[in-house]
């Protein structure tokens, strides 16, 4: 029996993303193709063994599977409105990061042009690709999916989340918020000592310990929340509250300012307000007035 045919992937966007991703084709021994607006940012890959292609068609022309790894909504179209024609049966794979809203855009606008089509998240840096930690996140046609499985978790890990073109970046945007509002908190808290002469890279090394250990209670803190019971408190919301404003007026006190802080105090004294002060302090959660499920 003969070995498989290694699928022929292009890559579309060699910035720090597209590099890495492509990078991980080649050295996987994929027959991979690089393109990118601005020319000459391909030289390492051509030298690792990829093929540089002089336009976005000649890079499409001849592929199983391409990946658009670009700026932003916008860039995608730039690039791909142009190659429609040579992209029909072709899979197409969009790691660009797109709103969910743009994704569905994306979808409907490939299956009018007869384009297999699964968008996709990234949850790793340029450097974690291919390596254990990378996590991809995709939505949209499973048989893309299914298709190239294999390849594309030379990337990292791989999960479908379903056909809905969208939900894949809905996951992405919402660890993302996790990630940007934690990182607010550390900045604000860094503000804080900053009053009392600490470093911020000592209260990083503080925080690291600290923050890691809440982080895993976030499971059971969802499952809290999925039951939608806060009668039986893990903290009551009135505990929260004098916390809050604990921190709020030590923040005061510090000079710093609450632009971080404030909107958590508003979220607390908002159900606390509505009467749910002994209730467990996730009822935060009904303040950000979620869809009823
Ligand atoms: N870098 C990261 O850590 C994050 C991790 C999570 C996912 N993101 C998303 O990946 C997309 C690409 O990110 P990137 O890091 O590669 O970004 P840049 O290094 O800035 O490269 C951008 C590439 O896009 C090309 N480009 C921009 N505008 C256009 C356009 N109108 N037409 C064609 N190509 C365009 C740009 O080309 P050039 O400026 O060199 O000509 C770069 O190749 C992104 O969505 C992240 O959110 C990465």
């Not at 966007?13 to 021994?29: C, I, T, W």
């Not at 791989?158 to 073109?165: Q, R």
């Amino acid at each position: 029996m003969g070995q498989p045919v290694p699928t022929r992937v292009t890559v579309l966007g060699l910035g720090a993303m597209g590099s890495a991703l492509a990078a991980a084709f080649v050295k996987a021994g994929h027959p991979t193709t690089v393109w990118n607006r601005t020319p000459g940012k391909d030289a390492e890959l051509i030298a690792a063994g990829a093929l540089g292609a002089e336009s976005a068609e000649t890079a499409v022309a001849g592929a199983d599977l391409i990946i658009a790894c670009l700026f932003d909504h916008a860039s995608v179209h730039e690039t791909l409105d142009p190659v429609t024609g040579i992209l029909t049966g072709r899979d197409l794979v969009n790691l660009t990061s797109t709103e969910p809203a743009g994704a569905h855009e994306l979808a409907d606008w490939a299956a009018q042009h007869g384009i297999p089509f699964l968008d996709g998240g990234i949850m790793a840096t340029p450097p974690m690709i291919g390596q254990p930690g990378s996590a991809l996140l995709y939505s949209g046609s499973e048989e893309v999916f299914d298709r190239h499985r294999q390849t594309l978790e030379l990337l990292g890990s791989a999960e479908y989340f379903g056909a809905e073109p969208s939900k894949a970046s809905l996951v992405d945007f919402a660890l993302l918020s996790g990630m940007y509002v934690m990182f607010s908190g550390f900045y604000h808290g860094a503000a804080m000592v900053r009053s009392a002469g600490m470093s911020a890279a000592e209260f990083g090394r503080r925080a690291e310990g600290w923050l890691g250990a809440v982080l895993s209670t976030l499971p059971a803190t969802g499952e809290r929340i999925d039951s939608g019971d806060y009668s039986v408190p893990f903290q009551t919301l009135d505990f929260t509250k004098a916390a809050v404003d604990a921190i709020v007026s030590a923040s005061r006190d510090a000079g710093v300012d609450l632009d971080i802080v404030g909107p958590v105090k508003n979220l607390v004294d908002r159900q606390v307000a509505a009467g749910y002060g002994h209730e467990s302090s996730e009822r935060m959660f009904e303040s950000l007035h979620p869809p009823v499920r």
